[in-house]
């Protein structure tokens, strides 16, 4: 946390005393204190003082117990919208690669990365009780009786009746499973380099019959946080600025709703952002015919210039996509310096995926590659509706499980793409449409885009869904979306 304090201090171009330094560790959120603490500052100061951190935490208390509790509002407040500029800035990077990354692509740090995934998975298996008691799959194999055992899937298959049979390694052995056409199991999803567990039982020729297929899952709901601001999370994803297609006459109606718009609008404190924020340059063939601006940090700038129309009060965290400009593999780190300079400070950059605390709502926030590997290997589900995808992505706990596919992933000392705490929203965006929806207490949020259909999409049948914005109400996790 040191580090990153330090790095953050430096990147804004000012000194931290030291007394300063221990002060700020000693809190929870150093970095959102300190950021809050510039913000609320005119000009950046050559040195940030002990005094003037805790003058400003000061202040921004008192501002908060008035907004609370002041004349005006009323006993009922909490349930009311808020006033976005009444609330003070929180938001939290929980979790995500930028400084961590480790690997090299060595043939130790695949075996490293997949024993990561195996163990933390199968972890989080074995609390199941389902799954009590469970077995290595050397030993299961030598079992008549019914048996129950952990393990990653190799390969998915279909028989030509229909069934789908698994092989399932773990690492003592592998076996192959059995899932009947016309049974229980059949609807599950089961894609390759899954963690999953498997009841059954061995049949003569050393065939697992499945019985259930169980997957590390999201426990039962759980209650929305209480006592959140009433303030409200609205969600971009997929601006593409920088490309002909980039839907500039809705981006202008949002903006003017923002700023001139009801109490809903006024009420939005927070953006999230979930990358492909411009169209970048040599993403795919051809990319240059077009563009509108064909230079990677005009494209950049032109962003930032959106976003510095918007409120002053909005406080906007943003993770790159597969269209920007850092390392394509997942996870992503958050957009290098010289491009954070080019935005104002009310910009927070963070890695894809990023685990986010937003005014006290745990977000987890993806930009969604995956989703072109999940749909083409899940049967039934398509780019127009994601919810499903990320329903499936909760179910096994694992934000790209396949490995190989579309979806480039680096095999980072630890497997940061496993979805380890539950989140209150989980906000993905990449496949261009919209949606919100719930599933165990989650509130899910595909973030649209803001580019129209592009020749590629119109190829392949991908049908947009653009400028739509998805609402989340903090206090309450109430989801609305609005279209522009
Ligand atoms: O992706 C925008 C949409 O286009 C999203 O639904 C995925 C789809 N897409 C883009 N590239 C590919 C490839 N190579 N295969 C399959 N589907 C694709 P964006 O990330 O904005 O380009
Ligand atoms: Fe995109
Ligand atoms: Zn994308």
Redesign the pocket.
Known sequence: MRERLLSYVSQKGTLLEPDAVSYLLSKDDPVARLDRLLASLTGTPLVVTLRDVVEAEEIARRAVASARAGPEAPASFARESGRAADHAPDVRIVRDITGHSTCEGTAEDFTRYFRHRFHSLSDLLRSRRELSGAQDIAKAKRSTREVRLLGMVADVRATKNGHRILDLEDETDSVSVLLPADSAVASEPVVRDQVIGVVGSMNERGLLIAQSIVPPDLPTSRPWPAGRDPVRIAFL??I?VGSKTFLEDKWSRMREWLQDGDDLARSIRYLVVS??VVDGIGVYPNQDDELAVDDIYGQYEALARHLADLPDHMSVVMIP???DAVRPAEPQPALPVSVQKLFDSNVIFAGNPSALEIGGVRVLAY?GRSMDDLVSNLPGTSYQRPMDLMKAMLRMRHLAPIYGGKTPIAPEAEDHLIIQEVPDIFVT????SVGVDRYRGVVLVNAS?W?AQTPYQKMRNIEPMPARLPIVDLATGQAIVRSF
Not at 429 to 432: F, M, N, Q, R
């Open positions: 994803s997929d593409h990358g492909d996509g597969n269209h930009h965006g990449h496949v261009h885009t580019q």
